[in-house]
């Protein structure tokens, strides 16, 4: 007996531009500009150029897990609220990403610095039993 199943569930309604999306850049915010020759050229909104973009080439992205001290997560909530006030929300995963961008700018003395003035944490998975 050979019958062929059809859906009849409406197809999904389709994706709209969210309210993100549709805010104006604000000022320093990044913004991309399709040049003559295929590459995009990076261009924050208050004129000055960045490094180059590929064309249509996606930044991949890593998801990742790690621990942290409870007082050291909860500055994370305190410069959230921070940014909110300035005027530019954030989310942890952009204020880790700014971290790590002042970090690497950072000479080599003073990111050794910076990293012996951490205080040492059990790095160590607790057993299971």
Known sequence: MNTTRTSTAPSP?????SPKSARRSAPGKTVSTPQKNG???????????????QA???????????SMPRD????LGL???????????????????????LLAAL?????????QALPPTRTSKPAQG
């Open 39 to 53: 590459v995009k050229t990076a261009q924050t909104s208050a004129g000055k150029k960045a490094t180059p973009v």
């Open 56 to 66: 249509g080439k996606k930044i991949k992205r890593v998801r990742d897990s790690f």
């Open 79 to 101: 410069l959230k609220q921070r940014s909110a006030k300035l005027g530019r929300p954030s989310k942890k995963s952009e204020l880790l990403r700014a971290g790590l961008k």
């Open 72 to 75: 050291e997560y909860e500055v």
């Open 107 to 115: 000479n080599d003395k003073a990111l050794l610095a910076a990293l």
């Open 13 to 17: 309604a389709p994706r709209t531009a």
